[in-house]
């Protein structure tokens, strides 16, 4: 079992930046696939990140804002969101797998994840 926290939400205003931080628990954590994932009210979960074995990706609706990153010395990966948009709002949760699955941008390729934490960005 792996426990998954995140921290670092909040709001801000629109061009803003805000960084998320998520603590994953486990001895094996740099093979770790590490993911974080948005819901906005009324629509389904979708990816933002995700970074696995030196090898990092991002949705079309952030790349180039979001940088995603991790400290594998202290279980702990990071997303850096820049220029943030109003429809950037939305619960972000970060999402984790000692198993790589092989479809990063899949929900099920994760069986742990976090709480959530809200991202609120205003006009």
């Known amino acids: 079992q792996v426990q998954v926290v995140e921290s670092g939400g909040g709001l801000v205003q629109a061009g803003g930046s805000l960084r998320l931080s998520c603590v994953a628990s486990g001895r094996t954590f740099s093979s770790y696939a590490m993911g974080w994932f948005r819901q906005a009210p009324g629509k389904e979960r979708e990816f933002v990140s995700s970074?696995?074995?030196?090898?990092?990706y991002y949705a079309d609706s952030v790349k180039g804002r979001f940088t995603i990153s991790r400290d594998n010395a202290k279980n702990t990966v990071y997303l850096q969101m820049n220029s943030l948009k109003p429809e950037d709002t939305a619960v972000y949760y970060c999402a984790s797998d000692p198993v790589w699955r092989g479809n990063y941008a899949s929900t099920s390729s994760y069986r742990y994840w976090g709480q959530g934490t809200q991202v609120t960005v205003s006009s």
């Open positions: 970074s696995w074995f030196g090898s990092t």
